[in-house]
Nanobody, 115 residues
Framework: QVQLLEFGGGSVQAGGSLTLSCVVN???????MGWYRQTLGERRDEVAT???????HYAPSVEGRFTFSFDTPGSRLILTMTDLKPGDTAVYYC??????????WGQGIQVTVSA
C-alpha cells in the first residue's frame, strides 16, 4: 500500500514558484515529516522538516523562500517554493518517520529551474 504520494513539480524559470503536495496514508502516525531533495550522484538532503515537538527546520539555502505547511483534513504535506533558483533543481521526496522508527518515502518528483 502506498504510504506517501507526491503531486506537483515541473519546470519553471528562475524567480518562479511551484508547489509540491504529498498525500500521507496514516496521517497521525509520525515522529517527523518533511521534504528532502536529491540531485544525480549526490546524497539526499533535508529541505524542510517538522519534528515531534512541533518545530520546523529549514535548510539555510531555502530559508525565507520555501514554506512547509499542512492540509490536515486532506492529510497532505505542502511545500510552497518561491523565488526558485537553478540550484533548487532536484528530485524532491516527502518523508515520514513513523513512531516505530520506520521510514516512508514518496516516489520522488522532479523540479527543474532554468536560468
Amino acid at each position: 500500500q502506498v504510504q506517501l504520494l507526491e503531486f506537483g513539480g515541473g519546470s519553471v524559470q528562475a524567480g518562479g514558484s511551484l508547489t509540491l503536495s504529498c498525500v500521507v496514508n496514516g496521517w497521525s502516525d509520525f515522529m517527523t515529516m518533511g521534504w528532502y531533495r536529491q540531485t544525480l550522484g549526490e546524497r539526499r538532503d533535508e529541505v524542510a522538516t517538522l519534528d515531534n515537538r512541533g518545530r520546523f527546520h529549514y535548510a539555510p539555502s531555502v530559508e525565507g523562500r520555501f514554506t512547509f505547511s499542512f492540509d490536515t483534513p486532506g492529510s497532505r504535506l505542502i511545500l510552497t517554493m518561491t523565488d526558485l533558483k537553478p540550484g533548487d533543481t532536484a528530485v524532491y521526496y516527502c518523508h515520514r518517520r513513523r513512531r516505530d522508527g520506520w521510514d516512508d518515502w514518496g516516489q520522488g518528483i522532479q523540479v527543474t529551474v532554468s536560468a
